[in-house]
Structure formats: structure tokens, C-alpha cells
């Protein structure tokens, strides 16, 4: 018995759904300690860059400004973010991770790590981690793909019928 080819359609519906409800699983331990989705693409943003204005962060993030105000004041609050002057220009703020925030964040990268770890180990063969390794490397080369795609906006709200 021949299998037929998988749809371009189907796998980019498989895809998402399924990145998507696994990444929503892996955020369990942050949104334990408050961290939302949006609080979470802030607080990665900033790790990643070191250090951003508010203004650089709103461009990366595609919002407005005024919609990171009481995140940002959140964040600062609960001792994940410092602003600070900048220095070449007193009237721009510098947004940078405090040594809790980046110690709260790689524990909980760390906790959820071992989770999936302990997941794999117990429910995937060898031969299925291979696969899965595999499957991680196809799904970096469609990463590569939306970055060099300029066509290919992210959509803002996602139904969860999609």
C-alpha cells in the first residue's frame, strides 16, 4: 500500500496547531510566577537584545508604545526588568533584564527542560527521538523561512478553531 504525499495545507495546519498547544504547555511555570504570554515575548526580547528602549522594543514587538506602558511598569515591578537613563541621550530610558529576572527566567527554561526530558525519555523510542530531532531541524528551516519571507506577516489573533 502506497502512501499518499501530505498536503502543503495539512502540514502547515498539523504544524501550527501542534506548536502551538506544546508551547503553551511548556509556558506552565512562568504563568506560575505571573508571566503571561505577552510579559513572556517582552522578557525574551530584552534577554536577547541586552539592552532596548521602550521604543526599539515596541518595533520588535509590533505595538504601540503605549501598549507596553503597564507591562513594562509590571515587569519592573515584580523585579524582572530595570530601566535606567541612557546615557548619550537623558531623555531616552534603557530597558535591561535585573540578575533575578534572568535568574527566574533560565530556572524556569531549566525546570521546563527537565520536564520534557523526563517526557521524552519516558514516552518516545530511540528511533522516535531521532525522528523528532529531525522534525526540530525541518521546523528551524521554516523558522529560517518566515525571517526571510517579507511577505509573510504574523497574524495578530489566532482563532482557536484555526
Do not use: N, Y
Not at 55 to 81: I, N
Not at 97 to 115: H, Y
Amino acid at each position: 500500500m502506497q502512501i499518499a504525499p501530505a498536503s502543503s495545507a495539512l502540514c502547515a495546519k498539523t504544524v501550527r496547531r501542534t506548536v502551538s498547544q506544546l508551547a503553551r504547555k511548556l509556558r506552565t511555570s512562568l504563568r506560575e510566577d505571573g508571566i503571561s504570554v505577552a510579559k513572556l515575548s517582552v522578557i525574551g526580547q530584552i534577554h536577547r537584545a541586552g539592552v532596548l528602549t521602550p521604543t526599539e522594543l515596541a518595533a520588535r514587538e509590533g505595538v504601540k508604545l503605549q501598549t507596553l506602558t503597564r507591562l513594562l511598569a509590571e515587569l519592573e515591578a515584580g523585579g524582572w526588568l530595570k530601566r535606567r537613563r541612557d546615557r548619550a541621550d537623558g531623555r531616552r530610558s534603557l530597558l535591561a533584564m535585573t540578575p533575578r529576572g534572568t535568574k527566574r527566567l533560565f530556572e524556569a527554561a531549566r525546570d521546563t527542560s527537565d520536564r520534557l526530558t523526563r517526557l521524552i525519555e519516558s514516552h518516545l523510542s530511540v528511533a522516535e527521538r531521532s525522528l523528532l530531532l529531525a522534525g526540530c531541524a525541518l521546523l528551524e528551516r521554516l523558522d529560517a523561512a518566515f525571517e526571510a519571507d517579507a511577505d509573510c506577516a504574523e497574524p495578530s489573533i489566532v482563532s482557536p478553531t484555526q
